[in-house]
Nanobody
Framework: VQLQAFGGGLVQAGDSLRLSCVGS?????????????LGWYRQAPGKARELVAF????????YYRDSVKDRFTISRDNAKNTVYLQMNNLKPEDTAIYYC???????????????????WGSGTQVTVSS
């Protein structure tokens, strides 16, 4: 599975951005993008990578870390092999490289707070100025 994230940029506090991540590859073609759990992670300079948002393969379980609740929305369009992260009311502390990830297991978000997903995409830089 290949994942490519894009949509980052330099914005001011209070602005919005929408990140997109497109999946491709033979396993996506064979099994369908809809069979994968998807997540957005971020890593700020000098900090550990953290799970920001997660959506289970069937959309039945969605997770947001506390600091982004009510500001970020994860969604998926399986027909387009794409997962989105809509980020509103951005804050300087949201500055990080954002990565998308996928996993074919059926775990809930709690699992992925401890263990990495199997497939990782390229990162996209989000910088929020104050």
């Amino acid at each position: 599975v290949q994942l490519q994230a894009f949509g980052g940029g330099l914005v001011q506090a209070g602005d919005s951005l929408r990140l997109s991540c497109v999946g491709s590859g033979r396993f996506v073609t064979r099994y369908g993008f809809g069979t994968y759990a998807l997540g957005w992670y971020r890593q700020a300079p000098g900090k550990a990578r953290e799970l920001v948002a997660f959506i289970k393969w069937n959309g039945a379980s969605i997770y947001y870390r506390d600091s982004v609740k009510d500001r970020f929305t994860i969604s998926r369009d399986n027909a387009k092999n794409t997962v989105y992260l809509q980020m509103n009311n951005l804050k300087p502390e949201d500055t990080a490289i954002y990565y998308c990830a996928a996993d074919q297991n059926s775990y809930d978000a709690d699992y992925y707070l401890m263990y990495d997903m199997n497939y990782w995409g390229s990162g996209t830089q989000v910088t929020v100025s104050s």
